[in-house]
T-cell receptor, first 108, second 114 residues
Framework: QKEVEQNSGPLSVPEGAIASLNCTYS??????FFWYRQYSGKSPELIMF????GDKEDGRFTAQLNKASQYVSLLIRDSQPSDSATYLC????????FGAGTTVTVRA | EAGVVQSPRYKIIEKKQPVAFWCNPI?????LYWYLQNLGQGPELLIR????????DSQLPKDRFSAERLKGVDSTLKIQPAELGDSAVYLC????????????FGPGTRLTVL
């Protein structure tokens, strides 16, 4: 089992809708969780991090963490065409472990 | 402030040839990482440096890959000889010491082995 699993996608949503991205991780002791955005041909950039159970909101992005279920998600509200990218979930134990990513396309 | 700089951005070589990638981290960042990213996958850590010391190279295929960071600033990753399966994007990232939760990535080097 891979350390970090993401819903495979691709995910296509209309402009203005909510995009929901899911991620599960295998190490119950993991403490810190990240969402990176990667545009095609570009390097990953950090958009959210979350350490505690519950929700964390930053603008149109909300990260949700449930350590008991070993589950972390990212919601993108009011999706814009500029949100079209691959979103990578990452878990930091002794190193940063990334999922394979979910590609999101926002249709204008 | 300049970000992480990598060169070259693209490299095409024939199999069995050597290749080297260079990375200059953000000024003041003690920690430097090399990642490999295959198409459709997330980055995978190859090696992590704290200053000039390689503190985690467990994922580095040491039969053909080597890395150095002699003065604790810029770093070079080398492959010799390259194989077809080495075609990927090689990403360098850096962070402040103890702040590996806040890694900044360079643009990467896209390697194609023919």
């Amino acid at each position: 089992q891979k350390e970090v699993e993401q819903n495979s996608g691709p995910l296509s949503v209309p402009e203005g809708a909510i995009a929901s991205l899911n991620c599960t991780y295998s190490d119950r002791g993991s403490q810190s969780f990240f969402w990176y955005r990667q545009y095609s041909g570009k390097s990953p950039e950090l958009i959210m991090f979350i350490y505690s159970n519950g929700d964390k909101e930053d603008g149109r992005f909300t990260a949700q963490l449930n350590k008991a279920s070993q589950y972390v998600s990212l919601l993108i509200r009011d999706s814009q065409p500029s949100d079209s990218a691959t979103y990578l979930c990452a878990v930091n134990d002794y190193k940063l472990s990334f999922g394979a990513g979910t590609t999101v396309t926002v249709r204008a | 402030e300049a970000g992480v700089v990598q060169s070259p951005r693209y490299k095409i070589i024939e199999k069995k040839q050597p290749v080297a990638f260079w990375c200059n981290p953000i000024s003041g960042h003690n920690t430097l990482y090399w990642y490999l990213q295959n198409l459709g996958q997330g980055p995978e850590l190859l090696i992590r440096y704290e200053n000039e010391e390689a503190v985690d190279d467990s994922q580095l295929p040491k039969d053909r890959f080597s890395a150095e960071r002699l003065k604790g600033v810029d770093s070079t990753l080398k492959i010799q000889p390259a194989e077809l399966g080495d075609s990927a994007v090689y990403l360098c990232a850096s962070s402040l010491r103890g702040r590996d939760n806040e890694q900044f990535f360079g643009p990467g080097t896209r390697l194609t082995v023919l």
